[in-house]
């Protein structure tokens, strides 16, 4: 499989748009959001300014099939949160959020030389859970009914995994080839 991670473009986001409202992501997302093309192209906006925060199109050999953003980036404490999603359902189930995983883990701590990489999953999102535990993450709390979606509250799964953990447990196992990571835009669109 062959990963690269190109920077999100202005001609992205309908497809990004359609991905995040697509079910099988919208069932896992904080919240919920009718598709509205405008808005979509605000949040591009947004993303370009935000030197806080790196997107990326997800691209398997040569396909768009999701999104990366790392995203709070904090030079100072050396940590940051990153979450992902398969938009393009055929991607699902062939490796490609271990091989993700493991190339973030890579970046943040060999490119950008972080301590700590956090994330929040729902609590329903067990398979996710799984998968950051099998690759170094550790739960570092729970909280109870924090969303409210779809009618009911949801728990969020806090997470995290340190730069020595990687190193101790993760970093010599790697078993994917290398992603290439294209630099992020950032500008005043």
């Known amino acids: ?93 062939k490796g490609v959020g271990r091989a993700l995983e493991l190339n973030v883990l890579r970046y943040v701590f060999e490119r950008l030389g972080l301590n700590k990489l956090c994330c929040e999953v729902l609590g329903s999102n067990h398979k996710v859970v799984e998968l950051h535990e099998k690759l170094g993450s550790k739960v570092e709390g729970r909280r109870r009914a924090h969303v409210w979606k779809r009618g009911s509250f949801h728990d969020i799964v806090e997470m995290g995994i340190l730069r020595e953990d990687w190193e101790r447990e993760v970093r010599d196992v790697q078993s994917c080839d290398p992603a290439q990571f294209e630099p992020p835009i950032k500008h005043d669109p």
């Open 1 to 93: 499989m062959q990963l690269r991670l190109r920077a999100v473009r202005l001609e992205d986001v309908e497809m990004i748009m359609q991905w995040r409202t697509a079910p099988h992501v919208a069932n896992f997302m904080y919240t919920d959001f009718e598709p509205d093309l405008e808005r979509q192209k605000l949040w591009y906006a947004g993303i370009c300014r935000d030197r806080t925060r790196l997107d990326w199109v997800v691209e398997v050999d040569g396909v768009d099939v999701g999104l990366l953003s790392i995203v709070r980036v904090d030079a100072l404490n050396r940590r940051a949160e990153w979450a992902y999603y398969l938009g393009n359902s055929e991607a699902r189930g």
